[in-house]
């Protein structure tokens, strides 16, 4: 893996990027604001969407190894605001505490089984810190006031990204391809796409030229990634349709 963080580091940052969270919602004005690229949306379901995830992964780290899921809570989350902080906040801490109880290594149910991503307290807690990472950016955004992301955690974000959304066996269904996203700060990411699906590839200095690149911050391609900037926000070079059916696909196991 390119760019991971130790369990303690992933852990202090749930905990921080669910604080930015919480600041971003009691700064908006109404919990029935929409929120930019969720469609359908208000401030209100993004809290309890985020909170109830906190709460099913961490009945999920908690449950061990397992061939499915628990079952989601299916309660609402309270509509006032300070109530609905609180309840994010014990969600949080709920997730956290299985986290640590876990340790890294204790394997559980995962739906990226088949990827790159580690099917353990490590994969899910790297996968939560980026979930809150991108859902504060939601809120920021919804607020009217986005801050910048810390640019290592950013870099983590992509490579996770990669190993964990875009890391799967079921075979692409168009022509290969190479994809490259190079990030500003330093760092390179390369995704082969072909009939044994989609695999984060070694970067090597002999590498044929990619089918397509994306060129940016790390913030930038992380938003990218996520479906938060379009093909006009980084740089795009080579066959954009690429990027395009990349986008467009959805891969079932």
């Not at 269904?173 to 995704?191: N, Q």
């Not at 379009?230 to 070079?237: A, H, M, Q, V, W």
Request: proline share 8%.
């Amino acid at each position: 893996m390119t760019d991971s963080l130790e369990y303690g580091a992933l852990l202090q940052l749930i905990d921080e990027r669910s604080a930015a969270f919480g600041s971003a919602v009691a700064a908006t004005p109404s919990l029935g604001a929409p929120v930019p690229f969720c469609p359908g949306w208000t401030l209100f379901d993004l809290v309890q969407h985020l909170g109830t995830g906190q709460r099913w992964w961490a009945a999920i780290v908690a449950a061990g190894p397992a061939e499915t899921a628990p079952a989601k809570d299916a309660a609402q989350a309270p509509r006032e605001l300070k109530a609905l902080l609180a309840w994010y906040a014990e969600s949080n801490e709920l997730l956290l505490r299985a986290l640590r109880e876990a340790g890294p290594e204790r394997e559980c149910w995962t739906w990226w089984g088949a990827g790159m991503s580690p099917a353990n307290a490590w994969g899910v807690a790297r996968r939560r810190v980026h979930e809150v990472l991108v859902h504060t950016y939601d809120a920021q955004l919804a607020a009217g006031a986005v801050q910048p992301m810390p640019a290592d955690v950013a870099i983590d974000g992509v490579a996770e990204f990669l190993e964990t959304c875009n890391s799967t066996p079921v075979p692409w269904p168009h022509e290969p391809a190479t994809v490259h996203y190079h990030a500003t700060e330093g760092r390179s990411w390369l995704l082969a796409l072909d009939g044994t699906g989609a695999w984060p590839a070694p970067l090597t200095d002999d590498a044929a030229l990619p089918s397509a690149s994306a060129t940016g911050t790390a913030e930038q391609l992380l938003l990218f990634v996520w479906g938060r900037l379009t093909l006009s926000g980084p740089k795009i070079e080579g066959d954009q349709q690429v990027f395009e059916q990349l986008i467009a696909w959805e891969p079932e196991e």
